[in-house]
T-cell receptor
Framework: AQKVTQAQTEISVVEKEDVTLDCVYE???????LFWYKQPPSGELVFLIR??????QNEISGRYSWNFQKSTSSFNFTITASQVVDSAVYFC??????????????FGKGTRLSVIA | DGGITQSPKYLFRKEGQNVTLSCEQN?????MYWYRQDPGQGLRLIYY???????QKGDIAEGYSVSREKKESFPLTVTSAQKNPTAFYLC???????????FGQGTRLTVV
């Protein structure tokens, strides 16, 4: 069975601090996909990144960076120089191999990030 | 613009009533999903559909029903059998396996 664990329920940081959101996953598949979504107060989930299991290269997009490590089954998300607009709930998710069809994404319980000015 | 539209944004239901939440997408996605979000619980899967006229139960399907008569539409009915329906409901769609899911803006259902 697939499982995603986000151990940090809530995090508060002061603006301009760096913050890392942890994500640990479990799956028996050798091919799978990992995702991060942001949920602002409006409620809609906004897609941030997708990573497939064969690509362990870290990715950076502006102030955002992601560290994927298969050896520890982790896909952590770092925000550098946090801003108040980063305040949201962040979800990590896992999807099985595309050869299994359009199976649903499995989500972690989310981490609520509060950035204080 | 392409996207997913959920309606209504807010819905109030009296105990014992059935209500239907609408979800429409114009992204030409085959798969559609319904999730329920409660505080501290993350997103839990209610039902999903990979093709028209076919759907599968998710982890918390009891008290809910769905239909998929058209590719674009995947309505969710919350029946009176659902003991605790007050929650935020999110609809999503996906083009194919391995790709990201796109979400609607959600419907907040409150039982009064």
């Amino acid at each position: 069975a697939q499982k995603v664990t986000q151990a940090q329920t809530e995090i508060s940081v002061v603006e301009k601090e760096d913050v890392t959101l942890d994500c640990v996953y479990e799956t028996r598949d050798t091919t799978y996909y990992l995702f991060w979504y942001k949920q602002p107060p409006s409620g809609e989930l906004v897609f941030l990144i997708r990573r497939n299991s064969f690509d362990e290269q870290n990715e950076i997009s502006g102030r955002y960076s992601w560290n994927f490590q298969k050896s520890t089954s982790s896909f952590n998300f770092t925000i550098t120089a946090s801003q108040v607009v980063d305040s949201a709930v962040y979800f990590c998710a896992l999807s099985e191999s595309p050869y299994s069809g359009n199976t649903p994404l499995v989500f972690g319980k989310g981490t609520r990030l509060s950035v204080i000015a | 613009d392409g996207g997913i539209t959920q309606s209504p944004k807010y819905l109030f239901r009296k105990e014992g009533q059935n209500v239907t939440l609408s979800c429409e997408q114009n992204l030409n996605h085959d798969a559609m999903y319904w999730y329920r979000q409660d505080p501290g619980q993350g997103l839990r899967l209610i039902y999903y559909s990979q093709i028209v006229n076919d759907f599968q139960k998710g982890d918390i399907a009891e008290g809910y029903s769905v239909s998929r008569e058209k590719k674009e539409s995947f309505p969710l009915t919350v029946t009176s059998a659902q003991k605790n329906p007050t929650a935020f409901y999110l609809c999503a769609s996906k083009l194919k396996g391995g790709t990201e899911a796109f979400f609607g803006q959600g419907t907040r259902l409150t039982v009064v």
